[in-house]
């Protein structure tokens, strides 16, 4: 959601500060602000993009080697000046940056109301700094004490940073629930919601643990504490992240370059753990919880968003290759109920940020209940990939793009890996079918790269569909989570009202919209029920409805019905929507630029969802 930004020490803080939140933005971009310090507070905070914060600053005094900085994704009050962080105590000493909620927020405000505060904004984070103030006055506590007394008393999720005008050698930040990293350079500190700002200044970071608070000086000092004021050992990683893979390079806008990147991104995810000339699959979160996997039950998938429609895929990955039975739930939906989750139970989190709220408060339910923990996460470091007991990264590298591409690819090539893997050790799959899989998948990253030669194509397309106020996606077996996949992508960049459904169920009750105004993208590579999809064609046709069809290079019959067809290699079933869902992606994206959208940075989304 929001992210964080802060700086102390040494070089001038603003030009840090701006470049931080510019590389965050992706994370909230409804307003952004900052604080500097130098003698005095200075504030500075503007309704919309990081830019119009830097047009608003322009001309004005920005010195200091200490500031903090915030980027939001509005929760409590509408996106505009006051509401924008940092926010200020009563007294104007303390001004505070915020990631996540505070649940009780209107209680504390209530009882600060009566303690004499007025407040400017609409904020739960104004209630969390005027709480701060207080403590620190009434009690007259060092700004770190009053941090820790504060949060004891605090009910939700936060990554915090608090600087103090009476106290400019330092810096305070806590977290819970919200992600917090702190780089640590030479003689001087970085802090953000996470390493994308922080590794072009240094290498070596610190992520803060839940209920940990950590202060930072200009003397160069870090000390960690948890809210029980017990002293932590700070642990400090290397990042593993090129600066290069942040940038644009030569494409218009990150969500395309991170689907052209995808041949890459997918080799980078099978690198090392595959090969099929010598008959293996190899991951490491897998093998060192082996037995314990064998002896399952059941796996549960808990995701979010797209992170759910990989989740989707898995499930008919392992009920057919290995079957093993599996339910696939939405994390925000499995820690509201009381599942049935028991110690034969591996539950299986998927989640590109690796931060996502619900997601992690699902896996500490099942966790309370005994069930094994597995991780498939994009970012290093992660607060879900340190919560689970084993795990595997998909190695995507960073994914700026809102609307994700490149992660859920990354996500489906590492459940079939594991699919594949453990099919052939419980004897579910013939030995030649698995080594017909592992050729097959790698040859997949080519197969990606010859489905990007349809760009052309697909932007024609798009050009004749654009105009659209609601469109249909359908597909069968493996390929009807990509309809679902296909129908948010084009929901979430170019806010065409889209519903994804098994091809089947437009029967009951989608055909009746089916118009000659509808679009009606059809992924149509199944071998299994292949006349099957060709009578959905028909009746679809047969209602004037337009016809866009994925279908296997070579194709002739679905070709001849449709209106436009994409042409896919043909590969194995389980294998399809590794490619179906490339031509999905680049459709969305044509149709989002074309109807003026901001493809990158889609208005009320943000990145990773890190407050419920």
Wanted: charged fraction near 25%.
């Amino acid at each position: 959601m929001c992210c964080i930004v802060a700086y102390v020490v040494q070089r001038e803080a603003y030009p840090i500060l701006i470049y931080g939140l510019k590389r965050l933005e992706y994370r909230g971009y409804d307003s952004s602000g900052l604080s500097l310090l130098n003698g005095k507070l200075r504030e500075f905070k503007r309704k919309g993009k990081v830019q119009d914060l830097v047009n608003f600053v322009k001309g004005k005094n920005v010195s200091g080697s200490m500031g903090i900085a915030h980027t939001r994704w509005a929760t409590h009050g509408k996106p505009d000046d006051i509401n924008a962080h940092p926010h200020q105590s009563g007294n104007g000493r303390l001004t505070l940056i915020h990631n996540g909620i505070i649940e009780n927020y209107a209680a504390l405000k209530t009882a600060l109301l009566q303690e004499g505060h007025v407040f400017q904004s609409e904020t739960d984070t104004e209630v969390l700094v005027h709480l701060i103030e207080e403590l620190q006055t009434r009690s007259n506590l060092p700004l770190e004490e009053a941090v820790r007394v504060a949060l004891t008393k605090v009910i939700g999720a936060y990554a915090i940073v608090v600087m103090d005008e009476r106290d400019p050698g330092k810096l305070v930040a806590a977290r819970k629930a919200s992600p917090l990293v702190i780089g640590i350079g030479d003689g001087e500190f970085f802090l953000a919601s996470d390493a994308t700002p922080i590794v072009e200044h240094t290498q070596k970071v610190v992520y803060l643990n839940d209920e940990e608070i950590a202060v930072v000086t200009r003397d160069g000092e870090l000390q960690i504490k948890d809210i029980g004021n017990e002293i932590k050992m700070p642990y400090i990683q290397q990042l593993d992240l090129k600066i290069e893979s942040l940038g644009k390079g030569d494409y218009e806008h990150f969500m395309l370059k991170e689907i052209y990147e995808q041949p890459n991104t997918i080799a980078d995810c099978m690198r090392g753990r595959i090969n099929a000339a010598e008959g293996w699959i190899k991951l490491g979160g897998v093998d060192q919880v082996q037995e314990r996997i064998a002896q399952s039950k059941r796996f549960i998938m808990a995701a979010c968003g797209t992170s759910w429609h990989a989740a989707l895929i898995g499930e008919y990955l392992f009920e057919e290759l290995a079957r093993i039975p599996v339910e696939v739930e939405y994390a925000s939906e499995l820690r509201y109920r009381n599942p049935i989750i028991d110690r034969e139970d591996v539950v299986v989190a998927l989640s590109q940020s690796g931060e996502t709220a619900d997601t992690m408060a699902a896996l500490e339910l099942a966790k309370e209940k005994g069930a094994l923990i597995y991780g498939i996460v994009n970012n290093v470091g992660s607060s879900i990939a340190r919560l689970t007991d084993a795990g595997s990264y998909i190695h995507a590298g960073p994914e700026i793009g809102v609307a994700s591409t490149k992660a859920f690819t990354g996500q489906v090539t590492l459940l079939t890996m594991m699919a594949i893997s453990l099919g052939y050790q419980r004897g579910t799959i013939p030995k030649s079918y698995y080594f017909q899989l592992l050729e097959e998948l790698e040859r997949i990253p080519g197969k990606v790269a010859k489905v990007l030669e349809s760009d052309t194509q697909i932007r024609y397309i798009a050009s004749e569909i654009k105009d659209a106020n609601n469109a249909l996606y359908l597909g069968r077996g493996y390929n009807f989570p990509i309809a679902l996949e296909g129908a948010l992508k084009l929901k979430e960049i170019s806010y065409i009202h889209a519903e994804g459904y098994p091809a089947a169920e437009m029967k009951h009750g989608p055909i009746a919209l089916i118009d000659e105004n509808m679009p009606v993208v059809v992924i149509a590579t199944n071998k299994s029920a292949y006349e099957k999809v060709v009578s959905n064609i028909q009746e679809v046709k047969a209602r004037k409805g337009i016809v866009i069809a994925i279908v296997t290079e070579g194709d002739k019959i679905i070709s001849s019905l449709a209106d436009y067809s994409i042409a896919i290699p043909d590969t194995d079933e389980p294998l399809t929507p590794l490619l179906s869902v490339i031509p999905l992606q680049l459709l969305s994206y044509h149709i989002a630029l074309m109807r003026g959208c901001n493809v990158d940075q889609p208005r009320n989304l943000a990145k990773s969802v890190t407050v419920e």
